[in-house]
């Protein structure tokens, strides 16, 4: 009962503390709201991106086109090449037959153009689909592919590939030095605000000193205070991910431009973004406290 009692003025005194400096604590609520929407857009980004580039890595094929003319065992020897290269996770050969075969399923026009062509009036290519285990060294297989004996061309979507991966690397980087600026500032303006409170209660922090009050029990409050501060201050973030992703999502129907670009499902993506932002709020309140009552609390 007494921890209760000791855990409930704790509280009781840091809600006093938040409403007591009002027009303060309402700048810091203000700054985390502000920092934490930021924070929120920064984490959808970056984990988006994280997403668009492994379906990027997915579904990136280099097309290697053989010689028509070709023998089995020259393809053979040009399976062989592939498997021994670097870099390579997968290879898997398909022949002009069933290229054929497969674009007379997936269109009438395709069947009704192709379905007299003898073998040797058929002029697509077997091919070899091969998969790399790293994208940024991509176009170094699909050079050494392309010098092969019988390979005639190489395909892979060369130059788009490696600056979509660029952009979401740099977007991903600037994402987090902006995350890492925005709560320091924020922790920087919780603290003055603590310091404000620590300073307009130097009587009754002095009263408590003469009474026996410990120091532990003098510096809860305010390091609960600046949790409150961080806590009310995610509120309005936490609204916004949950709902505003949501009906970004259906908006677009789950992609962005092409169904190559696909958006992370909501659920439970925006919950646990949601928890992540009460806890940024939550620690960053209580960093900022806590670094004001170490420096400014002479006890």
Partial sequence: MKTIRIISRNFRDAFKGVFRNFS?????????????????????????????????????????FLDNELEEEEIDEIK??????????????????????????????????MKNWSDDENP????????????KHIDNVAKKIEKMDGVTLVKYGEGIVEQLVSV??????????????????????????????????????????LIGASNLNIRIPFIIEGLLLGALGSVIPIILTVYGYGTLYHHFNGQLFSPFI??????????TISLLLLGIGVLVGMFGSYRAVRKHLKI
């Fill in 24 to 64: 303060l604590s309402l700048a810091s609520i203000s700054c985390i709201t502000i920092t934490l929407i930021v924070v929120a857009v920064s984490i959808v980004l970056s984990y988006n991106v994280d997403n668009f580039t492994t379906l990027v890595e997915k579904d990136v094929t280099i097309v290697a």
């Fill in 262 to 271: 696909k958006l992370i499902s909501p659920t439970p993506f925006v919950y």
């Fill in 168 to 209: 979401f690397e740099v977007i991903h980087k600037i994402c987090i030095i902006s995350v890492i600026a925005l709560v320091l500032v924020t922790a920087f303006l919780i603290a003055n605000t603590i310091k404000i409170t620590i300073s307009s209660r130097q009587r009754e922090i002095s009263i408590m000193r």
């Fill in 124 to 135: 697509i290519q077997n091919t070899f689909q091969v998969k790399v285990e790293d994208i």
């Fill in 80 to 113: 062989g090449k592939i498997s021994t290269l670097d870099n390579v996770e997968k290879y898997e050969f398909t022949s002009k037959t069933d290229i054929t075969k497969d674009m007379m399923d997936s269109s009438d026009i395709f069947e009704s153009v």
